[in-house]
């Protein structure tokens, strides 16, 4: 049963993230102590590890707004590098082409839930 411990988790209730919201999960994610965000974009629950595709960064490195002004896209605080808040791809031409790495994320019974093999809760 461990095992399943260290694959799924409970993030917060469903209800408590309103679309256009982040929340900053510190987690081991591959076995170091990290961090994830979790999003609703659209309706829709999305992860992704919490660092920029151009330099070692967080996202929210300079500040704690990941989502840009319209809350349709992410954007990392540091050089302001556009992902896209569904794939976590890039759309700046900057790191054109190399995404955020996306995490497992699901939500049923109004409960959000990480299942994913490379995070572990801290
Ligand atoms: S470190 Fe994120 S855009 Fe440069």
Redesign the pocket.
């Known amino acids: 049963m461990e095992l399943l411990e260290t694959q799924e988790f409970y993030v917060c209730d469903g209800d408590e993230l309103l679309d256009g919201d982040c929340i900053k999960l510190p987690l081991k994610f591959r076995g170091k102590k990290d961090s994830a965000l979790i999003i609703r974009d659209r309706g829709k629950v999305r992860a992704f590890h919490n660092l920029?595709v151009?330099?070692p960064?967080t996202?929210d490195c300079e500040s704690h707004s990941v989502f840009d002004f319209e809350k349709q896209q992410l954007r990392?605080s540091?050089?302001?590098?556009v992902y896209s808040s569904e794939t976590g791809e890039s759309l700046s031409e900057i790191c054109r082409g190399k995404k955020l790495t996306s995490i497992r994320i699901i939500e049923q019974d109004n409960k959000i839930l990480i299942r994913d093999k490379r995070v572990a809760r801290l």
Do not use: P
Request: hydrophobic fraction near 40%; include cysteine; aromatic fraction near 0%.
């Open positions: 920029c151009h330099m960064r996202l990392c540091m050089h302001g590098i």
